[in-house]
């Protein structure tokens, strides 16, 4: 294919010379090999997913034995992005399977519509390990994007020399893909460098955070009775710090959501455990804002498949939310049960409530802006959004229901 097409090796380089791919980009591909074997499975799956949602592209899919052959092909064309090496034998291989598509009238609109989903998956799955080294993260990106557009180049020459479009269409479809692909690269630039600046700035709060509880922790430790001062004002400052980390890992969590899924880390656990837990953990906090807590959750409630550290927070942000919403005096009220097949988690407070035309927001994002109304404060934060990321994630739900006074949320998770 390479000498019919007159491809050599000097045109391959120049090629490469014109995407600004260099040995470093060659060098930081071939170190995410291992990544690639790691996760080959699932961009090969969305590959064919992505496929299967369009009727042009899954009547080529309709032969289970086939599709198969063609997702262990499939899983070494995509490893191969990964080679490190990108010669006159990778060209080659480009270029065959370039006009394998061509040859079965597969539309090139399709095949880099494919890609695309392919290259998002595993744009996903950079910006959750890489994280925490933003420029790496941008290398990393840039260099896939380039790599997979000198992979689409070499496509459309196979599909012109297949004769499947005009050299005019074919060349409109190049120039389109490039400028995806330039889309593509400043969008990752965007989301490394907000996620650079999100990671500096939790991480200047979280640290004198921390170190404001540990000394409350160490005055705690020379006044533990915390019904008298200064043992109250400790606790206080040790909950009210608590409080804050979550409300930061919050941010964090829902911040990362466009990026990727919540990570879930299933396990078997007594959720009644953990909510009694919860609750003793909160309990100062409950002491100094005058709350009382009514907690029935005696009976253990067995989950197979839940995410026990997702389950505590979800728990915490009800209850906090509970205490902050509700005056000094008030009850709050939290169970835990089982009701069939589903762990029913509900947490209730004799408060002001929210108002019914108020409701249908609690749990959307911050970006609605605040709302008072009736003397019932709606909270605004990312506690209530959490969770119904969170509850959603782990195959729930969360809702507000109708109480005589106060609020009332009720959480479903499954048990098994």
């Not at 893909?177 to 600046?197: G, S």
């Not at 404001?212 to 006044?223: D, E, H, N, S, W």
């Not at 899924?261 to 396990?267: A, G, Q, S, Y």
């Not at 505590?312 to 509970?322: D, K, Q, Y």
């Amino acid at each position: 294919m390479c000498r019919r097409l007159g491809i050599d090796e000097a045109d391959v380089t120049r090629r490469l010379e014109f995407l600004e791919f260099g040995e470093r980009d060659a060098h930081r591909l071939a170190e995410l090999r291992g990544l690639f074997e790691e996760i080959s499975g699932e961009p090969v799956d969305g590959f064919y997913r992505h496929l299967r949602q369009f009727p042009e592209t899954a009547a080529f899919l309709a032969d289970e034995d086939l599709v198969a052959k063609l997702g262990e092909v499939q899983r070494q064309h995509f490893l191969a992005l990964a080679c490190g090496r990108y010669d006159l034998d990778y060209v080659e291989s480009r270029l065959r399977v370039g006009m394998a598509h061509a040859r079965i009238n597969l539309e090139p609109r399709w095949y880099v519509g494919a890609y695309a989903a392919q290259y998002r998956i595993v744009q996903g799955h950079l910006i959750r390990r890489f994280a925490s080294e933003p420029e790496c993260l941008v290398e990393y990106l840039e260099a896939l994007a380039k790599i997979i557009l000198f992979d689409i180049s070499l496509a459309m020459d196979a599909y012109i020399f297949g004769g499947f479009v005009e050299r005019s269409l074919a060349e409109a479809h190049v120039r389109e893909a490039r400028r995806a692909t330039d889309a593509l690269v400043e969008r990752d630039r965007a989301e490394a460098r907000r996620e650079q600046l999100l990671s500096m700035v939790v991480h200047d709060i979280r640290s004198p955070v921390t170190a404001i509880m540990a000394t409350a922790r160490a005055g705690l430790r020379k006044f533990p009775d915390v019904g008298e001062a200064p043992g109250r004002q400790f606790s206080l400052i040790e909950s009210s710090g608590a409080h804050l980390l979550q409300i930061i890992d919050n941010i964090l969590t829902v911040a990362r959501m466009p990026g990727g899924e919540i990570p879930v880390h299933r396990e078997a656990f007594d959720v009644a455990q953990v909510v009694r837990s919860c609750v003793e953990q909160l309990s100062p906090f409950a002491q100094q804002t005058g709350h009382t807590v009514e907690l029935d959750a005696s009976q253990p409630v067995q989950a197979e498949a839940l995410d026990k550290m997702l389950v505590r927070r979800i728990v915490a942000n009800l209850l906090v939310n509970a205490f902050r919403h509700t005056p000094s005096g008030g009850h709050v009220s939290v169970s835990c049960g089982k009701r069939g097949e589903s762990c029913v988690i509900e947490v209730a407070d004799d408060g002001p409530g929210i108002p019914p035309r108020l409701a249908d927001r609690l749990f959307g994002s911050s970006e609605d802006g605040p709302a008072r109304s009736d003397g019932a404060y709606l909270d605004t934060g990312l506690g209530l959004p959490f969770c119904r990321l969170a509850c959603e994630q782990l195959g729930g739900s969360i809702r507000l229901e109708p109480a005589e006074r106060g609020a009332r949320f009720v959480v479903e998770l499954p048990c098994k």
